[in-house]
């Protein structure tokens, strides 16, 4: 389990002071040291800047920022190319030009010694691997920043499997990274000023808690058990079965796929594959992952998909998967629809249904856009509609609101995009949107069959029935606690406390109004009646009822003016 707490992380980051150090120098080296500086932690800055001046890359002026944050990710190893590779799926937390720099990053990293496999086969299961498997190939056949792939046999069943081990020293590289990671971005909220709108806090707490899946292999499993069930009839579609017996949290032992990679394209012409048949069933899966399950492979790249005798396709590396509601996908159908149907006022409701709701957006503004953006692509024959180029197109006119897909709707596209870009490269001629478009009307007339209308008709009497049973109980509730003067009622009202000292303040004026009047009428009264006593043949208490009235009326008169002048101040 990774600790993912964040008390006293300060303090273990500066008892991981090397590691602290050098992805400090990593930044600097690639141009970033205006960053560092502004962070205020000189004692570090100050130890490594003299040796990066001496390990300068490239001339960096000629690479853009998002090159270079992709090239620091790649040299600071494992965790941070690992959250490269995560953060290319969130275009609602960084910028798209990152996004599409962050989808280059790839997995470089050398394979760790057979001897620390069979400790951690040993470690895992409590056996040598010698009385589990009756040989396993010591070279690995893929390495990766989190675990590494061998071939072997089980000693059994003699059944040929793939056996994924985690590193050995990946749990406390990571939770050392996360520990330097999470104080580095309070500091970049704190001090840069222009990267609080990022939230650098949330981009490493989303990635912590994206990778405690990631490093747990029996959620792979569960995974792949899911994605095996959705598939239990299609023949088209191989699904590697899994030992759940022998997988822990380091170890996975799933079937050994005999195969050819997607991106293969000459063993697969070789071979006589038929290419347009591969395109064809690997999109219709994707879709059908979508569509009628909402839970999918979100890494479908070529190197994930193998070719299989008879054209079968057999998706690998469950590590990453999406899923998505069938509310979120009926939204996505209304979106597509209206784009069809090109009418850009409807289209602009239909697009916000797929946002965060983080912002309230321009609506003149967001309808031109929209307009712009269904004459670019609402008249193109399906063969030159590109998923990807549209995708960008969308994110760009959110991005001008405030706005974002939801990460749930981005990774699908996004998943959609890279399956697109593998059936292209083994048929030109593909066209996913003519693939989309039978499981989209399906979607969309699923909405109003029997079956779901029934569902929806149940569900909605039962939630109104629960409503009218808990009426009376929360009335008489109600009720017994107004006889009793328990009632309490709390309201919040944003403008109030100004509201009642306005209204204090014209009341305290009209009573001093009414005061000084009555003030000038019974003193002039007292006047005209000639009541004495007298001074100077003057009513002694009508002349003072005056004098009082009069001082009252200037004060009045100045705090009306002085308040009138206030208001009317430019502010």
Known sequence: MLRTGTIDAVGRTYRHARRYRAILGVLIKYGFGDLVETLNIREHVEHVKGRISR???EPIERLSRPERVRMVLEELGPT????????????????????????????????FPYESVKEIILSETGRAPGAIFQSIQKKPIAAASIGQVHR?????????????????????????????????????????????????????????????????????????ERFARQFADDRTIHVPKVFRELSTRRMLVMEFIHGIKASNLVALGEDGYDLKEVASRGADSMLRQICTWGFYHA??????????P??????????????????????????????????????????????DGSADPKQGQLQRDLLEFIDRYAYLPLKELEMGKMLQSVVKILRKQGMSLKPDLFLMVKAL???????????????????????????RLARYSVPEMTREFVGTGTEWIRFVREVPVELKELLRKAGEGKLK???????????????????????????????IIGSSVIVLSNTPPKWHEMPII??????????????????????????AAPR
């Open 80 to 111: 941070f190319v690992k959250m490269g590779q995560i953060l290319s799926t969130r275009a609602d937390l960084i910028p798209l030009e990152y996004v599409e720099e962050m989808s280059k990053l790839q997995d470089a990293v050398p394979a």
């Open 152 to 224: 072997a046999f089980l000693k059994d069943t003699r059944e040929e499997v793939a056996i994924k081990v985690q590193r050995p020293d990946i749990q406390q590289t990571v939770e050392v990274d996360l520990d330097i990671l999470r104080h580095l971005a309070a500091l970049m909220e704190r001090h840069a000023a222009e990267l609080q709108s990022v939230n650098p806090v949330k981009i490493v707490n989303e990635f912590a808690r994206t990778m405690e899946d990631e490093m747990d292999y029996r959620v792979e499993a569960s995974h792949i």
């Open 417 to 443: 995009t890279v399956a697109e870009g593998v059936g292209r490269s083994l048929d030109p001629d593909f066209e996913i949107m003519g693939h989309a478009e039978p499981f989209v009307r399906r979607l």
């Open 55 to 57: 390990q300068q890359p």
């Open 310 to 355: 008879n054209n079968v396709v057999c998706f690998i590396d469950f590590g990453m998967m999406g899923r998505i509601s069938q509310q979120e996908r009926e939204d996505f159908t209304d979106f597509v629809e209206v784009l069809i149907r090109k009418d850009e006022t409807k289209a602009g409701d239909a697009l916000l249904k797929l946002t």
């Open 489 to 519: 009622l709390d309201i919040e009202y944003g403008a109030l406390e100004h509201t009642l000292f306005r209204l204090d303040l014209i009341s305290g004026r009209i009573a001093s109004a009414i005061v000084l009047a009555s003030l």
């Open 542 to 567: 009508g002349l003072a009822g005056l004098f009082i009235a009069a001082v009252m009326g200037s004060w009045l008169l100045t705090s009306f003016f002085r308040r009138g002048r206030r208001q």
């Open 299 to 308: 890494d479908p790249h070529p190197g994930n998909i193998m070719v299989l």
